[in-house]
């Protein structure tokens, strides 16, 4: 990195503080960016659960709809719960569907971006005091 466009210690100072600032947003980016990766796998584990808790009811109330001496009543709850819980799971499906594929990938991207930026950002900050220390106060 050529350091000569920085001809003062306050311009020095001010590069310096300018790039622990842009440190400091990726340090930020890269923590949201782990807290979304921990809430999209907590989200994931209760989705799945969730998801199968409603398969296990859908196929209940798919069974006592398919026995032909139940009665009017029960036959319209169960019909009523049954399109409730078909709503409920594709519900379900969509919420596990956004913690995967492109919307997944693109977290990822994300993540890759910030790590090859951080690297040489830390290395730049770190080569200012060295030509800071050959110019005069």
């Not at 000569?4 to 790039?19: G, H, I, M, N, V």
């Not at 990766?37 to 709809?65: F, G, H, P, Q």
Request: with cysteine.
């Amino acid at each position: 990195m050529d350091y000569s466009s920085l001809t003062t210690w306050a311009e020095c100072d001010e590069a310096k503080d300018e790039l622990e600032f842009e440190l400091k947003t990726f340090t930020v980016r890269d923590a949201t960016l782990d807290l979304a990766d921990e809430r999209a796998d907590r989200t994931k584990a209760s989705t799945s659960s969730e998801l199968a808790k409603v398969d296990s009811k859908i196929a209940s109330n798919t069974a006592l709809l398919g026995v032909a001496s139940i009665d009017a009543q029960t036959r319209e709850e169960a019909t009523d719960e049954l399109a409730a819980l078909q709503v409920q799971r594709t519900a379900l499906v969509k919420r596990k569907r956004l913690t995967t594929g492109v919307v997944g990938f693109l977290g990822e991207v994300d993540a890759e971006q910030i790590a090859s930026q951080v690297a040489p950002l830390t290395a730049i900050k770190a080569g200012i005091a060295p030509h800071r220390a050959t110019l005069s106060a």
